[in-house]
């Protein structure tokens, strides 16, 4: 089994229902299985900010899936959920994102994947959850600790259980 990192997020609909529904369909428990599971986080819009607020998480998953398997998975379930890609605008308000954040130590560039994930270290609303379930899993030779110590993270709040 590989170990892997996984960010989700949603801002359109019941966003915790949308969450814990996809958490429980992503981790089927056979080919990728959870491990542990952030609080929720609510979240200010990354890219596009002229759009409600978003609730992500981050988990931690064991899979026995390839890494673009595990991608597909993803797909998958942000489908189940309604999201259709292609109708959406990039960074745009959505029922619910789902990305491949890392996988164990590789290193992946293809253009439907990219491992680590290029923009995570830069991003508040993905490190602070990922400090939750990862905070000494190192990506480029330093911890998620370590980066989210440089980010502002003043527009990312814990929500209560």
């Not at 959850?129 to 330093?142: F, K, M, N, Q």
Request: aromatic share 6%.
């Amino acid at each position: 089994m590989s170990a892997a990192l996984i960010g989700l997020g949603s801002n359109a609909g019941d966003e915790k229902a949308i969450l814990d529904g996809a958490v429980s369909q992503f981790c089927n428990g056979t080919s990728v299985r959870l491990v542990s599971r952030s609080a929720n986080y609510l979240t200010k819009p990354w890219g596009v900010e002229d759009q409600p607020m978003f609730i992500n998480l981050c988990l931690r998953v064991e899979t026995d899936l390839s890494p673009l398997d595990l991608l597909r998975r993803a797909l998958e379930v942000e489908a189940a959920f309604g999201r259709d890609r292609a109708k959406e605008r990039r960074w745009g308000q959505r029922t619910l994102d789902i990305d491949v954040l890392a996988y164990d130590d590789l290193v992946v560039d293809l253009p439907e994947l990219q491992l680590p994930h290029p923009r995570m270290k830069e991003r508040a609303f993905v490190l602070i959850p990922l400090l939750d379930v990862a905070a000494d899993w190192r990506i480029d030779g330093e911890t998620v600790r370590e980066f989210a110590a440089r980010l502002d993270a003043s527009g990312v709040q814990r929500l209560p259980a």
